[in-house]
């Protein structure tokens, strides 16, 4: 460097200072190089997380899809045999919502602690396999519920259910197994290991899920409404092609990230004692594993995140979704002339299905766009606001309009509106507990979650199993509209404990650095 001395007298002046003075010929500016090799890389990388991603969505849609597809299938098939009462449909998807109840805490911890490639694989193949063998059993169940002079007693239903609902379960427990490692674990790590957000992860999966929900049903109906074999012909194909797909696209993924394949540490585990006669005992056996079904329940209700999680849940109480009941009901709905033709048909249900789905979709964008605004606790707010207002609409109007066709309708619509809200909710609470829920605990919590949203959803298939025929139909309605309620109240009290007061009008709109930086202070003050 030019060095200043004394009364600024010039010591030294060398190439490496004036860069004009080297001789160009001999070799480039150093600088040349990073460019040359940086621009390259980062361009490469780039290149490598969007195959990533796409591999990642590919897999995850054909998982979902499949999914979606063979749900709305099995439940036209089940309604169809039985169309004089809700009581097998609602028979069938308790005993799905049951195993879900009883054996999610354990794929939550399968897929906790074990190799997480291997986990997904087994899920896939499990999943289509479950496919495969209920289709195949349609063909006897078919026949048993068709033959009904010969059974009596219920004796048809309950033979045809026993025929399908354990491969219908162990399609359930795939899907779960599929969904908790790569929603609640792939995703988490490819976010913290590669350039991609975990937010831009999180809604692009939601979009796939919505997307499905609304495509693979309308699509299934469309085709069950021309010919019911053929649309089971369509799951059969569709899900022997996509295994394979399925199997070596996650495997692309896995390969890509180093990451995934490292060992994840079981932090709520209690610690192995040495073996002693005491441990050995039968006693200290049943108290040891007590424990370890305890102490993950424990760690959830007692979590910062445990009040929105349970407003959630306590939404699958509902028959207000085109779900089983419903479609079963609205298939049963005819107008007052005698011998009249059904009001609904599969196809009309699919349309209906469809509308409700795009205003699912509809909450992705907007919820999103308010959040950046005031947040997502207030966001959940409105969402749960606007989703109680409309479905205590849709009831009001069912329970005290007349004639049937006409309430029925009048349900539909504030079915189809309140879909908005509590997609908005659900995105609002999930942002809430990812943020809240600590990295290594969030199998855990979310398989417990799982748990307990199946235990409502069993919860609403029992309430048609006390009131199965479809002129009943309304007090199943009505306690869907007391769950609504009640998540509303949860809602609200842990929003008053959080920020201290409910709406504040003068600040709904500072943006979003004036919410979180409320947010930053209120957490330093506690």
């Not at 080297?22 to 390259?40: A, F």
């Amino acid at each position: 460097m030019m060095s200043l001395d004394g009364d600024d007298e010039i010591t030294s002046v060398t190439e490496e200072d004036v860069p004009f003075l080297r001789d160009e010929s001999v070799s480039p500016p150093p600088y040349t190089s990073v460019v040359v090799h940086e621009v390259p890389t980062t361009e490469g990388q780039n290149r490598n997380e969007e195959h990533l991603k796409h591999r990642l969505y590919i897999s995850h849609f054909l998982s979902t899809w499949n999914s979606r597809t063979f749900e709305f299938a099995a439940l036209l098939v089940v309604a169809r045999l039985f169309q004089e009462t809700l009581l097998p449909v609602s028979i069938y998807a308790l005993f799905r919502a049951g195993s879900a109840i009883c054996f999610a805490p354990f794929v939550g911890r399968y897929v906790d602690c074990g190799d997480r490639l291997k986990t997904v694989r087994f899920s896939i193949i499990g999943q289509r396999l479950a496919v495969f063998l209920w289709l195949t059993a349609v063909i006897p169940a078919s026949i048993i519920a068709a033959s009904q002079s010969s059974l009596h007693g219920g004796w048809d239903i309950a033979v045809s259910l026993l025929i399908l609902v354990p491969f219908g379960c162990m399609e359930k427990l795939c899907s779960i197994m599929n969904l908790i490692a790569i929603e609640r674990d792939w995703v988490v790590v490819i976010a913290e290991n590669t350039q991609c957000e975990l937010e831009v992860l999180n809604s692009q999966m939601r979009r796939i899920d919505l997307a499905c929900k609304l495509l693979g049903p309308l699509s299934i109906a469309l085709i069950d409404g021309f010919s019911p074999r053929l649309a089971l012909l369509l799951i059969f194909i569709t899900n022997l092609i996509s295994v394979f797909i399925e199997y070596i696209a996650i495997a692309k993924v896995y390969q890509t990230i180093p990451a995934l394949a490292s060992c994840r540490p079981n932090t709520l585990s209690p610690p192995i004692s040495p073996p002693t006669q005491t441990n050995n005992s039968l006693f200290s056996h049943s108290l040891t594993q007590l424990e370890h079904i305890l102490q993950p329940l424990s760690f959830y209700t007692h979590h910062p995140a445990f009040l929105p999680s349970l407003a959630l849940s306590l939404l699958y109480f509902t028959v207000l979704s085109f779900s089983g009941q419903m479609i079963t009901y609205l298939l049963s709905v005819r107008d007052i002339k005698p011998n009249s033709p059904p009001t609904f048909s599969t196809t009309g249900i699919g349309l209906l299905r469809t509308l409700a789905s795009t205003s699912e979709m509809l909450a992705t964008w907007l919820a999103p766009a308010i959040m950046k605004r005031i947040g997502p606790t207030r966001t959940g707010l409105w969402a749960i606001n606007w989703q109680t207002a409309c479905a205590v609409g849709g009831i009001s109007l069912f329970w005290f309009v007349s004639p049937t066709p006409l309430a029925a309708m009048g349900l539909v619509l504030g079915v189809i509106l309140s879909r908005v809200g509590l997609w908005g909710f659900d995105l609002s609470v999930q942002i809430i507990i990812q943020e809240a829920v600590e990295a290594p605990h969030r199998g855990t919590f979310s398989s417990l979650e799982t748990s307990l949203q199946n235990l409502f959803e069993l919860l609403a298939y029992a309430s048609t199993i006390l009131f199965p025929l479809p002129s009943q139909f309304k007090f199943p309605v009505l306690l869907s509209g007391v769950a609504v309620v009640l998540s509303w109240a949860l809602y609200v009290g842990y929003v008053r404990r959080m920020r201290g007061h409910l709406i504040h009008f003068s600040s709904c709109w500072e943006g979003k650095e004036g919410v979180r930086g409320r947010t930053i202070r209120m957490r330093e003050l506690s």
